[in-house]
């Protein structure tokens, strides 16, 4: 992880002398000198090599660029001003009216929504795929598909698709593979290096750590870099040089906080899969999980993000009473901040689902003591 912690000369000066610091200095701007007027005209005429508005990104999210673009192994990386946005405009870079995309069936509910009510009224047809798809996503791909969109885990049922698979079926059929790797960051899966095209964060979640702002990150292979800049160019949607600032810095501690997030999820994971109350604990890393010897596989850790159900099939109000006498673990969405969260929900698959009609109890495991997560989850138990 040394690749993130690496130092940088962020240096200026000042009476002579060389002021040097650690982190580099958060650039704020709009306008950008030129030196000189040829500089100008070559800005004017799309010849000149570096940044010619604050748009093109300032030092600051280039400085977060290049440190998420080692950790990647890929070829460019853009920041955005949030993950949906980065979602969006992979989606807008890559496709057009006549194509056909692949989703997912465990996609973040935004990158569904986006796709069925935006991407659909432009002409794009959008096919549902399994979410433990794996090899068969053969038999849904036509001449027209020309993008696949996978989640793995995803962030809500958790199910682990076979990336090796799909990349070496699309890449013969020059089809765009893009993932959301939220759930794994960077340091548990490197999508570029099984051959992923596209591998795209919320870095609002364990990116940044603190729940204090929005940003997204994507990150693109050498084959598709120039479409992606040039898309990226044209859309414009760059993002604010001080959340930049607190990402890079998140960056230096993830792979800390993400062990402790990790840790005290498998322990109380494994208190939850012992717990009279539980049915299921659904986490890739436990041997229970359906595709666990297929993320043993890809992935080298965990996150701190789970669910589990109940045996029993609660009322609304049982899971309302379970859920409000939580004292340490918030009510919110998103996750992979320092507090520890909880959602509950019912979900839709495809196929035959084994969850189906049952209450995900959601827990983002924050960076408190686990042994008092349990002691409080244990008292809400009681409730029911
Ligand atoms: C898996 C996943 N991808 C993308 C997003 C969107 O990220 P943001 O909230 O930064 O727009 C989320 C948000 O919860 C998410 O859980």
Partial sequence: MSETIGWHDYSDS??????????????????????????????QSGEYPGVTYGTGGLATQKAFEEAFCRLENGHTTKAFPSGISA????????????DEILLCDNVYGPTARFC?????????????IASD??????????????????ESPGS?????????????????????????????????????????????????????????????VATVNKKYAATFDAFYHSLENYTNPHDC??????????????????????????????????????????????????WKRDYTGAAGLFAFTFKKNYSVEHIGSFVNSLNMFGLGFSWGGFKSLITAGKFKRGGEWSHDGKHLIRLNIGLENAKDLKADLELAFQKL
């Fill in 133 to 150: 798809v794996g090899g068969e996503i053969e038999s849904q791909i036509t001449d027209k598909t020309k993008l696949i969109f996978l």
């Fill in 156 to 216: 809500n049922t958790f199910e682990i698709q076979d990336i090796r698979a799909i990349t070496k079926i699309a890449s013969e059929r020059n089809i765009i593979t893009v993932i959301d790797n939220t759930w794994a960051t960077p340091l548990h899966l490197k999508p570029l290096d099984l051959g992923v095209d596209v591998s795209i964060h919320s870095a609002t979640k364990y990116i940044c750590g603190y729940s204090d702002l929005l940003m997204g």
């Fill in 245 to 294: 600032y607190l990402a890079l810095r998140g960056l230096r501690t993830l792979e800390v906080r993400l062990k402790a997030h990790e840790t005290s999820a498998y322990e109380i994971a494994r208190w939850l899969e012992g717990h009279e109350l539980v049915d299921k604990v659904i986490h890739p890393g436990l041997a229970s999980h359906p595709q666990h010897d297929l």
């Fill in 87 to 98: 979602i969006i405009n992979t989606f807008m870079t890559f496709t057009q009216g006549g």
């Fill in 14 to 43: 000042h009476g002579g002398k060389k002021i040097t610091t650690i982190n580099p200095a958060v650039q704020s701007g709009s306008t950008v000198l030129f030196e000189n007027y040829e500089d100008m005209l070559a800005a």
């Fill in 116 to 128: 069925h009510k935006v991407l659909a009224k432009y002409g794009v047809k959008i096919t549902s």
